[in-house]
């Protein structure tokens, strides 16, 4: 099956640092998803990006599928944005999530 | 709108019990999907519907799991002769038509047995 690997397994920051969350996927895929899952166990959407750059608030992603990697970006670090980043790939529409292990972020006041 | 529910959120369950575990996904959405979580780890697939058809179902780790959606709407998986093994976040997710890609997470349910 799909290989999903996330780097780095663990990210330690202060406040209002930037950081770079990388995905790197084994296959082509349909579906790149990002998660945040809060402390709660909750995964919360980010972004669908298969291909392309998208931009949210101080969140942006760009996925370049040929290449078949993912990048998270998070700017102005926030002690809410600690929690574990997931990425997910799809070969298809319909089929199952991959995930990777996920980016462990932690953000200090 | 509202999204996914999962009940319970969480089930303490004795070696040998059977369990039900609960997903309502979003309304009108053709899919849906279970994965378990283990501990430190990502979500693994367990078992996937498109309306009340399952088409998936290699993920499930024994045959004492059994998930049904016997409506197309509303969702159970079900553990017997539950073991220490099974203890984890089950997770349910729901996708809309077919030409929606993006899946959206229930809360979890944490199942512990003890």
């Known amino acids: 099956g799909i290989q999903v690997e996330q780097s780095p397994p663990d990210l330690i920051l202060q406040e209002g640092a930037n950081s770079t969350l990388r995905c790197n996927f084994s296959d082509s895929v349909n579906n790149l998803q990002w998660f945040h899952q809060n402390p709660w166990g909750q995964l919360i959407n980010l972004f669908y990006i298969p291909s392309g750059t998208k931009q949210n608030g101080r969140l942006s992603a760009t996925t370049v599928a040929t290449e078949r990697y993912s990048l998270l970006y998070i700017s102005s670090s926030q002690t809410t944005d600690s929690g574990v980043y997931f990425c997910?790939?799809?070969?298809?529409?319909?089929?199952?999530?991959?995930f990777g292990e996920g980016t462990q972020l932690t953000v200090n006041p | 709108g509202a999204g996914v529910s999962q009940s319970p959120r969480y089930k303490v369950a004795k070696r040998g019990q059977d369990v039900a575990l609960r997903c309502d996904p979003i309304s009108g959405h053709v899919s849906l999907f279970w994965y378990q979580q283990a501990l430190g780890q990502g979500p693994e697939f367990l078992t996937y519907?498109?309306?009340?058809?399952?088409?998936?179902k290699s993920g499930l780790p024994s045959d004492r799991f059994f998930a049904e959606r016997p409506e197309g709407s509303v969702s159970t998986l079900k553990i017997q002769r539950t073991q220490q093994e099974d203890s984890a976040v089950y997770l349910c997710?729901?996708?809309?038509?077919?030409?929606?890609?993006?899946?959206?997470f229930g809360p979890g349910t944490r199942l512990t047995v003890t």
């Open positions: 519907f498109q309306n009340e058809a399952q088409l998936d």
């Open positions: 997710a729901s996708k809309g038509q077919m030409s929606s890609y993006e899946q959206y």
């Open positions: 997910a790939v799809a070969r298809t529409s319909g089929s199952r999530l991959t």
